[in-house]
């Protein structure tokens, strides 16, 4: 991409609407780029895990245009001869605004969507594990973190082929550019060190120590100055200088299941939003002295977070309410949610995605992915639950699948670094005789999310003849369960 060439385009058409633009570059983009202000041809996209799918909304109004079917739900995905995508995560997309490039992590594939028609233009197969996918901003190459092995597959930015590969440590977790296109930031999952990278040789150039191993996101902010990467396994959010040496700025303490960070630019200045799972909020940080200055509730297990093109909103992923949020960043206010596929785990915002027409073609309605259950679970005091809904510690999804639901729990308010059993107990107190059907162990932040299998939306809620059971979090091992210590609430 030439980038002189692309501004003055756009510029032409912001002199054409009025004062309403101004001139405030929006992430992944460079300061010095115009804001685009948002409209009906822009497009929020979400990677739907649980139900293979990408959503498609328009931000104008907030509502889901349809969604792109990228392979099927359980079981389909079970048979030796399956073809679609398995667990859609990641998200990226090109500088020219006309593809998107979206990783599912269980079948080690990019695919890359034609943004006008939302025609699948090209699938690419890379190593184990796949999690994200962005262009640089050149458009000549995207690099994938293939998060199962130790590289980033680098590809061709017209053909999608694998060209080459650049090691790095093991268990990369997403990569980021900074806005002049000189750097690649590439965060790790298994290892407490991020690396930079020269874009024009593949160099490594710099090392920055994570305070903890398990880095899910990176973002760099539009002057180029720094770039922030979240820990989920210990709820902090590290800063670091943009530029050499690439020194550490400000780590902070944001929460248990800090998930991703992105930026806005408006009049204000340049805020960081940090999407805190546990929380189920998002919390908002000045860049020039880190402060917080807004705490904004969002809905059950916020993970993704991506800025308009004009920086005047921010959309939020939930993962365990199928929905996105859009928070006004003037006001820092939650203004509208609408529904999508199962547990989003990526999002981006395109800006004039469709630059014509009405954007539906290729696109498909939700139906069974948008079917979930949602329940929470709260601490155990005097032999019962005590709390509501909406301060429960745990919130879980259980993402239709047919006969059976993908089981999803985002578990906090728990003794850090402890083994966990999830399971069924007679009594809605959890004094009756447990049945295990998950073990896990929390991270330092005293949470995890648990995953498990079965019709358990059936036993819970007592449908037909089955005797209803109540799901409850206990201390231990699945041989010797402990104490009760969170129950469901009815």
């Known amino acids: 991409m030439k980038r002189s060439s692309l501004n003055l385009g756009i510029l032409a058409g912001v002199c054409l609407i009025g004062p309403t633009a101004a001139w405030a570059g929006q992430a992944p983009g460079a300061a010095f780029d115009p804001d685009i202000p948002v409209s009906h041809r822009d497009r929020v996209y979400s990677a739907d895990q649980f139900s293979n799918t990408v959503s498609v909304t328009d931000p104008v109004d907030n509502k889901l245009v349809g969604v792109i079917r990228l392979g099927d739900p359980q079981p389909g995905n079970f048979s030796p001869l399956y073809k679609g995508q398995v667990l859609v995560h990641g998200m990226g997309f090109s500088p020219d605004h006309k593809t998107i490039a979206v990783v599912s992590i269980g079948s080690n594939s990019v695919t890359f969507i034609d943004t006008a028609t939302n025609a699948v233009k090209h699938t690419t197969y890379v190593g184990r594990s796949p999690h994200e996918a962005f262009f640089t901003p050149d458009g000549n190459e995207v690099w994938v973190t293939v998060r199962g092995e130790d590289y980033v597959a680098v590809l061709d930015g017209q053909n999608f082929a694998e060209k080459s590969r650049i090691k790095v440590p093991a268990g990369p977790g997403m990569q980021i550019f900074s806005p002049d296109g000189k750097y690649g930031y590439v965060c790790s999952s298994f290892n407490p060190e991020a690396v930079v990278i020269t874009v024009a040789d593949h160099q490594i150039v710099g090392h920055v120590r994570q305070d903890s191993p398990f880095c899910p996101n990176i973002a760099a902010t539009p002057d180029g100055k720094q770039v922030w990467m979240t820990l989920k396994d210990t709820g902090r959010t590290m800063v670091f200088d943009a530029q050499q040496p690439f020194s550490v700025l400000k780590s902070i303490d944001t929460g248990p299941i800090t998930n991703h960070v992105n930026f806005a630019r408006n009049a204000g200045g340049t805020f960081a939003y940090v999407t805190v799972g546990g929380l189920n909020e998002v919390k908002v940080f000045r860049t020039d002295d880190f402060s917080q200055v807004a705490t904004i509730p969002v809905g059950k297990l916020p993970h993704a ?147 498990t299998v079965g019709p358990i939306r059936q036993i819970v809620q007592g449908e037909g003849q089955m005797p209803r059971r109540y799901l409850a979090i206990a201390e231990g091992s699945p041989d010797k369960p402990g104490p009760v210590v969170q129950v469901q609430l009815k």
Do not use: C
């Not at 948008?370 to 005091?381: D, E, F, I, Q």
């Not at 399971?423 to 998950?438: D, M, Q, Y």
């Open 305 to 451: 977070v991506w800025p308009s093109g004009d920086g005047s909103r921010v959309y939020v992923g939930l993962e365990n309410a199928d929905g996105i949020a859009a928070i006004d960043t003037a006001t820092n206010k939650l203004i509208a949610t609408s529904q999508i596929g199962q547990a989003p785990q990526a999002i981006t915002y395109v800006p004039n995605a469709v630059p014509e027409g009405d954007g539906t073609q290729g696109l498909q309605p939700l139906e069974l992915a948008g079917r979930a259950t949602h329940l929470v679970l709260s601490p155990v005091t005097g032999g019962k639950a005590e709390g509501n809904a909406d301060n429960a510690p745990t919130s879980v999804s259980l993402f239709d699948q047919g006969l059976t639901q993908i089981f999803q729990a985002s578990a906090t308010g728990l003794q850090p670094k402890m083994p966990y059993v999830l399971a069924l107990s007679s009594e809605p107190n959890g004094k009756g005789r447990l049945e295990v059907i998950a073990s896990f162990m929390t991270n330092p932040a005293g949470s995890a999310i648990v995953n």
